[in-house]
């Protein structure tokens, strides 16, 4: 995987607006960064940890924003009872906030409830955008005012810190799905989803495929010069779906690029 198009995959990524949901929003436009950023990343890490790495170079090489701390481990008697992201600090201001980062893939299933909010949902059912707000609200973010957290911070005045979410997301709804979405999320739409049966329908021999691993979704599929017909990528769809995990796929078609997910729900 390349280093660049991951870099630049996060910067361009959608941060959903979280203000009505009761978190204030940090956009990783607050940045100003004046030169095109070029770094290593390890390889060793997973699709979280990766974005966590990028968006902390990110704000490292800003003129506006210093990281003061990050991925801190909070202990209580030597027991881990979670993890602050960052704190950073605005230099014009000296305001220091509590960012916590989060990159995420959510499909909508209109089927769960009326409240559209609840029915984005993990590519595999097991995690959701609500469940991951609730997490936030009830753990991360009161964990800045834990007791021993302030012993961890003790160069900063922790009643002085706000607090504020980065959530960098990519939405995918119903294949050919004709409900509408709030602004908010009609932004971060990046595709569709659809069982493994429809889309061997809408194979033709015009149409290539790759299945990106898990670090590289997020990424253009432009970017990638490794394709395959139908017959190819087949057997490890199947596969996947056999397992109850669900693929992300690149489809090229022509000069035409597209992502989606193939579900085995």
């Known amino acids: ?19 009505s949901l009761g978190f204030q929003t940090f956009n990783l436009s607050k940045l100003n960064l ?36 990050e991925n801190i481990q909070i202990l209580d ?4 009872i979670g993890e602050i992201d960052f704190i950073i600090e605005e230099l014009k201001t000296k305001q220091l906030i509590h960012l916590e980062l989060a990159y995420k ?8 409830s009326s409240i559209p909010m609840h029915n984005w949902i993990g590519p595999n059912r097991n995690d959701s955008l609500k469940e991951k707000l609730e997490k936030l609200k009830r753990k991360q973010f009161p964990l800045l005012y834990h007791s021993c957290a302030k012993s961890t911070f003790e160069t900063i ?14 939405l995918f709804i119903p294949y050919k799905y004709k409900g509408s979405f709030s602004p908010t999320y009609e932004k971060a739409i990046k595709g569709y989803y659809l069982n493994f049966e429809l889309f061997t329908k809408l194979d033709n021999s015009e149409k290539t495929y790759y299945l990106p691993s898990k670090k590289a979704w997020g990424i253009e ?3 990638n010069k490794l394709w395959t017909d139908f017959t190819n990528i ?22 035409s690029y597209i992502t989606f997910f193939i579900v085995w729900w």
């Open 1 to 19: 995987m390349k280093t660049s198009p991951r870099i630049t995959s996060i910067v361009k990524a959608t941060t959903l607006d979280t203000t």
């Open 34 to 69: 004046e030169t095109e950023l070029h770094f290593q990343l390890p390889t060793n890490l997973r699709l979280g940890h990766l974005a966590e790495k990028v968006v902390s170079e990110l704000i490292k090489a800003s003129t506006n924003y210093k990281v003061l701390y």
């Open 77 to 80: 008697d030597k027991q881990t």
């Open 105 to 112: 893939f959510y499909l909508f299933d209109p089927t769960i």
């Open 157 to 170: 005045n922790i009643d002085e810190v706000s607090q504020a979410l980065c959530l960098l997301v990519s």
């Open 221 to 223: 599929p432009s970017e």
């Open 234 to 255: 087949e057997k490890h769809i199947h596969t996947k779906i056999q397992e109850k995990q669900a693929p992300l796929c690149w489809q090229k078609h022509g000069e």
